[in-house]
């Protein structure tokens, strides 16, 4: 399965998809956004301090999106078993995988000689753009045209920059 672009070819009972699901991209994009966007890391390392907050704050989000799918989705009578938290933990990881990007921005950085203000906004801009990219693609492997793709990535870009707007505003 390749994992750079998070579409099940498969459904969990091993049947080729019938839809494609890129919730899990989406929403962790946005998060990691909102993460960087409502820090204002301190203390000796403030950097790493970042890139731990966006990959717990994911991991963290991650277990509650399984928790709540096998909470809320459960057969009436019957027990959730090892292999379904698999199967569902699989489904929701894109989640996680959505902070790395954003935090290997954060940690970056001093590279491009940002400073943390500069980081935070690298990472907040990766998170933004990588948001819109799910959008766009997920429209695109789903069958939307091109024009309802670019609907739904500016739709995703209008989101995003709530989050810079708010970070703007409140000076993080």
Not at 20 to 49: C, H, K, M, W
Not at 83 to 107: D, F, M, T
Not at 142 to 167: D, F, H, P, Y
């Amino acid at each position: 399965m390749n994992r750079l672009i998070p579409w099940p070819r498969r459904d969990p009972a091993g049947r080729p998809a019938s839809r494609t699901d890129y919730a899990g991209a989406l929403y962790g994009s946005l998060l990691a956004a909102s993460v960087i966007a409502a820090s204002s890391a301190g203390g000796e390392f403030p950097r790493v301090q970042l890139m731990v907050l966006l990959l717990v704050t994911g991991l963290v989000f991650w277990a509650a999106h399984v928790y709540a799918r096998l909470a809320g989705e459960r057969l009436i009578g019957q027990t959730v078993g090892w292999a379904e938290v698999r199967i569902v933990g699989r489904h929701e990881w894109p989640i996680v995988e959505a902070a790395v990007l954003p935090a290997a921005a954060v940690a970056l950085s001093p590279l491009l000689g940002l400073g943390l203000a500069g980081g935070a906004w690298l990472g907040l801009a990766v998170a933004v753009a990588q948001q819109v990219a799910w959008a766009c693609i997920g429209a695109l492997h789903a069958g939307a045209s091109r024009t309802q793709a670019g609907v739904e990535g500016l739709v995703n870009l209008v989101l995003g920059l709530v989050i810079v707007g708010a970070k703007a505003t409140l000076g993080h």
